[in-house]
C-alpha cells in the first residue's frame, strides 16, 4: 500500500521512517534536488535529496503490517545526542560509565550496531609460545584492534579471553571496523614470525539492544542483538567477516562494500533459537 503527503522542507536536519529495528533515513535539502521522492519500507535507501520549498512524499509499505511512518525534524539537531549515540562514545564510557545508571535502572537502546571478534588457530600458538607469550599476544593484539574502533567511531565495550565485544551507532561504520580490523590485524601478525600464526574472525549485527550498568562490568549490552552478533562471528572463518541482512540494507553499506573491492557472498544459515533460517553475509580478508 502507499500513501502520499506533501511537506514543506527548507532546511536540513530532517529524516522520514517506520521506528523499530529500522533506521530512518535522512533528508537532505538541496539547490538541485528533486521535488518529490518515495520511501519504501525495508529498502536499503540512502539519504533523500529533495529540494527547498513543498517537496510530495510518497510512502510505499510493501509489507503486510501496518506501520506509521513519521517526518520529523529538529531545529536544533546539532546540539543534541540521543541516548544510543551517547553510550557507544568511548569519551563518555571513561567519564562517565559508572555513574550512567543505577544498578536497578534499564536504558532501553533504540538501535546499536554489536561486533565481535576472536581468534581462531589459538591453542596451536599457546603451545608454540607457552602462556605468558601467549597471554602477551592476546593483549596485544587487542591494542591493534582498537585501532580501527577509534577510526570508526566504536567503542570497546569488554573481551572475554580472547574475544572482543564493540558497539557503534551507524552500521556501515562497525561494518568498516570489522574489515579494517581484518587487514590490521593481518599485517600485524605478519611481523610476528609466528610458526603457527592465529587468525580472525568477526561478526557484525544491528538492531535494538539494552544498555544495563553493573556495578562489576560498568555498562554493558544484551539482548537477542547482542546474540546475533555472536552468532555472526562463529559462523566466521579465518579472515573472514560475517554480518546480517539488517546490517546489509543499512543506509551507506553498500558504498562502503564497493570500496573494498572485495567479492560479497551471502547464504541461508540456521540459527539455533530461531525458528526460520536468516541470510548472512561474508568477505574473506587477505587469506
Known amino acids: 500500500s502507499a500513501q502520499e503527503i506533501d511537506v514543506d522542507l527548507t532546511t536540513d536536519g530532517w529524516s522520514i521512517g517506520g521506528g523499530g529495528d529500522e533506521p ?18 525495508g529498502a536499503p535507501t540512502e539519504a533523500l535529496a529533495v ?21 520529523a525534524s529538529d531545529p536544533d539537531s546539532g546540539r543534541w545526542l540521543s541516548a544510543a549515540w551517547l553510550t557507544t ?30 581468534l581462531t588457530g589459538s591453542a596451536a600458538m599457546y ?26 567511531r566504536g567503542s570497546r565495550v569488554k573481551t572475554i579471553g580472547d ?19 581484518q587487514g590490521d ?12 600464526p592465529p587468525g580472525l574472525k568477526v561478526g557484525v549485527h544491528f538492531g535494538p539492544a539494552m544498555a544495563v550498568h553493573t556495578d562489576q562490568a560498568g555498562l ?17 572463518v579465518r579472515g ?19 570500496a573494498t573491492g572485495l567479492e560479497v557472498t551471502s547464504w541461508s544459515s540456521e540459527i539455533k533459537g530461531l525458528p526460520n533460517p536468516v541470510t548472512l553475509f561474508r568477505v574473506t580478508v587477505g587469506v
Open 163 to 181: 574475544a572482543l565485544m564493540a558497539t557503534f551507532l551507524d552500521p556501515a561504520d562497525a561494518l568498516s571496523a570489522a574489515i579494517a580490523m
Open 240 to 258: 573472514q567477516v560475517v554480518w546480517t541482512q539488517e546490517v546489509h540494507t543499512s543506509p551507506g553499506v553498500s558504498a562502503r562494500l564497493d
Open 89 to 118: 562514545m568511548p569519551e563518555y564510557r571513561r567519564q562517565f560509565g559508572s555513574v550512567a545508571l543505577a544498578s536497578d535502572v534499564r536504558l532501553a537502546v533504540r538501535a546499536i550496531a554489536v561486533l565481535f571478534t576472536d
Open 127 to 152: 603451545h608454540e609460545l607457552g602462556d605468558a607469550r601467549a597471554f602477551r599476544f592476546v593483549h596485544d593484539h587487542f591494542a591493534v584492534l582498537d585501532q580501527a574502533l577509534a577510526e570508526w
Open 51 to 71: 529540494r527547498p520549498g513543498r517537496v510530495h512524499v510518497t510512502m510505499e509499505n510493501p509489507t503486510p503490517s501496518r506501520v506509521r511512518v513519521q517526518v
Open 185 to 196: 590485524f593481518q599485517r600485524w601478525v605478519a611481523t610476528l614470525d609466528l610458526a603457527h
Open 24 to 41: 530512518d533515513t535522512p533528508i537532505r535539502v538541496t539547490p538541485d534536488g528533486p521535488s518529490a521522492v518515495t520511501w519504501r519500507r
Open 220 to 236: 554493558d549490552y544484551f539482548g537477542g542483538t547482542v546474540n546475533m552478533a555472536a552468532r555472526c562471528e562463529g559462523r566466521a
